[in-house]
């Protein structure tokens, strides 16, 4: 199948940053992924969902599951799966650095809310980002925002880690980025091995981040206890 499809120069897109081929970290799409609008969507996968629900069984004429195909619908291509449409990346507002501040900023304990891309079942954890700015800083809101920006697709922690670093990367102009995080798979808590203790933590440490030193003290940022 995927022999067929047509795949897109991934550099016409570059810009709007999907498209795998020549850059693992991007999430693999088809080339035909925005023909369909939004609402074409909804509207097929609607039926899909409905022909699941039907298919196990229950009864879609009953007033609280008739609605379901289509809530499910809306929320995967507006929610949780609304990161896969590159028009809702967010613009990430840079500014110089004026006060030349040149440590380490981190942004931690930012939530995770994603998916995860082999059971469709949710992720949930904590990303902790960090930075050292070469002239340019990014508005604080924007970590947050890009963390859920790529966490709103199907997902494996590892590919999530390395997009959120790359984006910012690429918006501050240095490799001096880092990205950890820790975080809960229901695929693995609540279905399957059913551990409901274990977490899973990833990191990706650019440039200056791969000196342990600046590791550490990242590290001993986010253990810091917020008391405020
Ligand atoms: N590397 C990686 N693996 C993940 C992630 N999320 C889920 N997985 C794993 O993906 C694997 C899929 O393995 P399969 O053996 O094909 O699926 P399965 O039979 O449902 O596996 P079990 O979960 O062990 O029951 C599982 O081991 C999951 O724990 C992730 O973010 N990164
Ligand atoms: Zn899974």
Redesign the pocket.
């Known amino acids: 199948m995927s022999q067929e499809i047509d795949i897109m120069n991934y550099e016409e897109i570059d810009d709007i940053g999907d498209n795998h081929i020549g850059d693992v970290t991007k999430t693999p799409m088809r080339a035909d992924a925005f023909e369909l609008s939004d609402a074409e969507k909804i509207e097929k996968i609607q039926k899909n969902v409905k022909e699941i629900m039907e298919t196990l069984g229950l009864d879609l004429t009953d007033d609280s599951l008739q609605g379901t195909p289509r809530r499910v619908a809306k929320a995967y291509v507006k929610e949780l799966f609304g990161g896969l449409n590159p028009e809702t990346k967010p613009k990430l507002s840079t500014f110089n650095n004026s006060y030349q501040y040149g440590e380490m900023l981190v942004e931690k304990n930012i939530v995770v809310y994603s998916t995860?891309?082999?059971?469709l079942l949710p992720?949930i954890g904590r990303a902790h980002v960090a930075y050292i700015s070469k002239g340019t800083v990014v508005g604080l809101s924007k970590m947050n925002r890009i963390v859920d920006h790529f966490a709103k697709r199907p997902?494996?922690?590892?590919r999530l880690t390395r997009q959120v670093v790359k984006a910012l990367q690429e918006a501050l102009g240095t490799e001096d980025v880092a990205c950890i995080i820790d975080a809960k798979?229901l695929?693995?808590n609540s279905?399957?091995?059913k551990d409901i203790e274990s977490s899973?933590v990833t990191a990706e440490f650019g440039g200056a981040f791969k000196n342990v030193d600046k590791q550490k003290e990242f590290r001993d940022y986010i253990k810091l206890e917020t008391k405020f």
Do not use: K, L, N
Request: aromatic residues 0%; glycine residues 6%.
């Open positions: 995860c891309e082999h059971h992720i997902q494996v922690q590892e798979h695929c693995v279905r399957g091995v899973t």
